[in-house]
């Protein structure tokens, strides 16, 4: 079993930063794939950026391209979402989740992942 907790999140201001941790306990997550979801109140949950378990190079959805980057470090079994330039849209819970055998073409899907955090609120304001 892998434990996932996030932390990091809180209210910053229109073109602000925040940068959300997310550390795995129970078991190494260094050959997981490895997302960030989000989910704003009555919308539904929604990628945001990810590592495949086989790949090195991120994914990200549109809307955050450019803004925000997604790390891991796979040494002290975490990930990092920096968010730079938050726009009131970027408003929602921040969930870190992780996956042993997830395939490629299923990155986006959070229905494939196995392990979730609680969530870190993110909210966005002028």
């Known amino acids: 079993q892998v434990q996932l907790v996030e932390s990091g999140g809180g209210l910053a201001q229109v073109g602000g930063s925040l940068r959300l941790s997310c550390i795995a306990s129970?078991?190494?997550?260094?050959?997981?794939?490895v997302a960030w979801f989000r989910q704003d109140a009555g919308k539904e949950r929604e990628f945001v950026a990810g590592f495949h378990r086989r790949s090195s190079v991120a994914s990200y959805r549109d809307s955050v391209k450019g803004r925000f980057t997604i790390s891991r470090d796979n040494t002290n079994n975490m990930i990092f979402l920096q968010m730079d330039s938050l726009k009131p849209e970027d408003t929602a819970v921040y969930y870190c989740?992780?996956?042993?055998?997830?395939?490629?073409?299923?990155?986006?899907?959070?229905?494939?992942?196995?392990?979730w955090g609680q969530g870190t609120q993110v909210t966005v304001s002028f």
């Open positions: 129970g078991r190494s997550i260094r050959g997981y794939s």
């Open positions: 989740a992780a996956d042993e055998r997830l395939i490629l073409s299923s990155l986006r899907n959070g229905q494939q992942y196995d392990y």
